[in-house]
């Protein structure tokens, strides 16, 4: 089992980083709205130092690929590809619904998650994230970008207790929905400790994949 993970998120309208060393894991965390250029570098060079650790004893490399924050996704893409290729060390890209449903299961151990995220003009982000057995999450091929009128037919699909996650909820007018009881949260945002957990249990299940071009999501 790998010990040291450093993990990356500027997606969203902060910068966070989170460093898993000797079971233990450390966190920087700031609001940067469009900051994230001036703010990460010194952030990661910080929490490496704080620990002790130089980036050739890390042993991965996790970032998140979006969806969110066009510069910021890219921003934390390229320093992580980076730091793999010129340190020869795996890399490992998650999306950011994806630990936002870890987010969701540490703070409240939900099982089964729905996210939406306001992408403004483009409507909504929306995602549906189901915890599995084994503790891993199976959701990622459920992303997709829709219009808001299209979101209640997708709540009235499902059924069965779902936790809400995301920003573009308020957005969201829901209607008939007897099939499911959905429990809202505060949880609006990813942060790089949840890419840290979901990175281990990937590894945890032989189900690692590293990406050394990762494809970021809009």
Request: hydrophobic letters at 40%.
């Amino acid at each position: 089992m790998c010990k040291k993970i450093l993990a990356i998120d500027a997606s969203m309208d902060r910068c966070s980083v989170s460093l898993l060393k000797n079971n233990s894991i450390a966190n920087k965390f700031k609001l940067c709205k469009k900051k994230h250029t001036e703010i990460i570098l010194p952030m990661i060079k910080n929490i490496l130092n704080v620990s002790n650790t130089n980036i050739n004893e890390l042993n991965i490399i996790a970032c998140s690929k979006g969806p969110g924050n066009f510069t910021g996704i890219r921003l934390a893409i390229c320093i992580a590809q980076a730091m793999a290729l010129q340190n020869k060390l795996p890399l490992i890209g998650i999306s950011n619904f994806a630990s936002m449903a870890e987010q969701a299961w540490r703070k409240h151990s939900a099982k089964k998650v729905l996210i939406a995220f306001n992408a403004k003009k483009r409507g909504i982000f929306w995602a549906e994230y189901k915890r599995n057995k084994n503790g891993t999450w199976k959701g990622e091929d459920t992303e997709i970008c829709l219009k808001i009128e299209n979101i209640s037919n997708k709540i009235n699909q499902l059924s069965g207790l779902w936790t809400a996650v995301g920003d573009g909820w308020e957005k969201i007018n829901i209607k008939n929905t007897e099939k499911i009881k959905l429990v809202s949260t505060n949880i609006t945002a990813s942060h790089s400790k949840d890419i840290i957990t979901f990175v281990e249990l990937l590894l945890k299940k032989n189900y690692y994949l590293v990406f050394k071009n990762i494809t970021p999501i809009y």
